[in-house]
């Protein structure tokens, strides 16, 4: 290591104070020596797996006279700070003090450090220094050092050790960690159209995606079955179009006081929400709640099943594209993410021609209130502009297409990443139209050239699809996504060299405690072999 800490100007005065802190709190009694056993952090169960790793093999006690800290100069760090003080006193028990001068007795320290080094790597980079009296996490922006405090949890011991001094201390290996993303899109998607999820399961879906540096999740609102966003210009597309679900029960849908929330929980957790209002196509909800919305040609009802392809928009009617600017406006008002998602898949009644004249009419609007444009991978057949982007799930020729207009590419494989396919023929919930997608199989592919004629600069990311035709609560939507979601993470975040199964599936086996400790209902797949797992492959398998 060349510098022991990479840190600039502003930051320097404040590593001092920390310093001075450290050792001034030792003058009065002597500071504790602790021998810890050689530990290597290149074995520590990290996902996505770091750039990365420089072991020192010591290790840091986390304990109750270690101190927070944190650059003052720039906002959002001293947040980010708090978030990692909370959840280690979620995990250890220990209440650490962020920026307090009087934080009585201080040992050691972690710094949160804003640096300007071009040694780390874009806004989500972060660089971790592990000694045995300090961690220092370097990074640019706060969403840097959130995506470095997710590393420092994963490593921080499930137990501590209480033996080595007369307090607990869970020992951290020292060493260095530089990382950044390979790819800036790594997202999970949730249907809460076919079944509706509530404002707390969705928050409970981002503390868990959080975990695992997933940046972004995608929402469809509306599908034929459910209009799940309050419209305020369209009050009945929630009081009618929102009324009921797959299967036959009361349905639900967000106020946009409740979407706002959700909004405003995924920003804390560095996170996009990006809604989808799927359209031309998929719009029988709507089309109840409106018929005058309805193009194909008969009188919509409610749908409580789950075929797709049976419905559209009238395309060539002035109210429907009024009625869309409404929706894109009242969405776009309260979403402070980039984009906005149109869906566009399986129109299957609407003509050809109608379908590019309405895509290409949409992506005005949604540009018009300041927003990209994502659609699902037909889209691309209209002409479209280069900034908005395409959603790969089905037809590589259209990727193709994408492409070759110099549109990015949101890589979703059926076949690979959606998280509704069963596991195999035993899984309990999910369909299998386009394949099983067992734990291995969702992990071991390569993005990067997964698709021909998709080089990976026009691969914006990865992101794993959870549709709800099959599972209707958190229980349900855990089984499902956990654990092909930590494979996902991997595959989005980490280098292709960085990938390995053999290696991530010892690491997977070890994420048991973490998903216990937040009572995740995962499916307790037997390729894995799990570590003190609540449960066992029998109670989550079909009879
Ligand atoms: C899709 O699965 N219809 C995007």
Redesign the pocket.
Known sequence: MKNHFLINKQGAWIILFAMVLTISSCTGEKKQVINFPATDLAMENMIPKPTKIIPTNSAFGLDQFTAIYTSQSESGFNEVAEFLSDKIQGKTGLNLPVNQSDAGTVDRVIYINKTDSTEVAGSEGYQLYITKDSIILNARSSEGAFRGIQTLRQIIPEVSNDTLAEQPIWPIPTGKISDNPNFEYRASMLDVARHFFSVEDVKKYIDLLAYYKINVLHLHLTDDQGWRIEIKSWPKLTEIGGSTEVGGESGGFYTQEDYKDIVAYAAKHYMTIIPEVDMPGHTNAASVSYPILNGNGKTPELYEGTH?GFSTFDTRKDTVYAFIDDVVREISEITPGPYFHIGG??SHVTKKNDYIYFVQKVEKIVQKYGKRMIG?DEVAQANLDGSSVV?F??SEENANKAVEKGMKVIL?P?TKA?LDMEYDTLSKFGLHWAAYIPVDTAYIWTPESFAKGVPQESILGVEA?L?SETISNIDELEYLAFPRMIGYSELSWSTEENRNWDNFKVRLANQAPFLDRMDVKYYASPKIDWKESKYSYKEISKD
């Open positions: 797709v898949d399986e699902w959603h799930w089905n979703s059926a959606y699809p549709w």
